[in-house]
């Protein structure tokens, strides 16, 4: 049976709210039980939920990060930034971040399909960690702070924010530090100081994080990093680490806004094109989800018509992109057919990267596909969701 007409309608479980604690001026925490009285789901560090949010006559779903300790809580927890639309502009609010904050209390029952998300803590590792957050880019790395603070390993938390109206789970990251025996280190970086965070010292520096600031927190050696946040911050951080002399395969992300690849981002200003590295999979927002897994992209002086040749892989899968007219061959070691798409030069829509947004939804001219991860919401028939799905032998798709 093609991959494409399998029916995930019964991943969604309903869970109550049973707490909602507000975490700052902007950010509001809800915890999660079942309502079938079943067990918990097991989560790893950093992974996400993704809700069924009321929009209109229908619903959207909208994913929030883990950000409790998912191997010891008794409950599931997302934290949520309201979203609204700035003052006089014609930008809408936050369907789901407006519809958790403005209108679910204690009760309410919501449907949640299970954890997922590759951007995860390696447990397995024994190098020191480095988590970089910025804003609501806490919520996933608090979670691999709380397993992180069993652990033996040293590390860095820095959590970037504006100032102490809007930060959240100060008090959890300050109480994480103190109980660790010096082991985890904690930098807040605020970048507009009130004058009650001044008198109150609730923060360790003043404006942005720069090279010399991590230089000056971090001593040389062979890091983990993670990091998340706004596109901008992960921009930035990205291009300080690998001054610093990180390899891009030791740094992990995800971040808010519209998905791409990290290194191509960060590559832009130069205009130099490379092809982008294998990193690890990283994805998961709280709104929109990246999987910044190091697509590879051509030569810009290589024309689009001659992108597939010397692609031939062992699979024999041939893709052909009619709108484009061009037609490759899938290699073995590319995963999905958004990732063939990125390769071969062209640019379709996408967001989640992991079949749960329909973003890259197009429709599927001739030929069967499969799932690498199964879609929460089955696509039409004649569909297909390409950033998760391969081919199964030719394929036409409508791009």
Known sequence: MPGWKRDMTDAFRKFRVTARIRESDVVTSFHF??????????ALPAQYLTLRVPNGAGTVLKTYSLSGDVQQDNFHRISVKREGAPDGSDFPDGVGSCWLHDRVEEGHEIDIAPPRGGF???????????????????????AMAKVLARSNRQVWIVHACENGDVQAFGGELKALAAASDGRICLHVAYRQPTARDRAERGFDSEGLIDKALLQSLLPFDDYDVYMCGPTAFMIAMYRLLRSLGIEKNRIAYEFFGAASS?????????????????????????VHLT?????????????????????????????????????????????TLLELAEETGLEPDFSCRSGICN????????????????PLETPPDGHVLICCARPEGHVVLDI
């Open 33 to 42: 039980m079942p309502v079938d009285g079943g067990p918990l789901w097991q």
């Open 120 to 142: 995860v803590l390696d447990q397995a590792s024994i190098r020191p960690v480095v988590l970089l957050a910025g804003g609501i880019g806490i919520t996933p790395l608090l």
């Open 262 to 286: 990290l290194e191509k981002l960060a590559e832009q200003p130069i205009q130099v094109p490379r092809a982008a590295s294998r990193a690890p999979k990283a994805i998961a927002a709280l």
């Open 291 to 335: 999987d910044p897994e190091a697509w590879a992209i051509p030569d810009a002086s290589e024309p689009l018509a001659n992108a597939g040749s010397g692609m031939a892989g062992n699979s024999g899968n041939i893709v052909r992109f009619a709108k484009s007219g061009v037609t490759v061959t899938m290699k073995d070691d590319v995963r």
């Open 359 to 374: 973003s890259c939804r197009c429709r599927l001219v001739e030929g069967k596909v499969s799932y690498l991860e199964e």
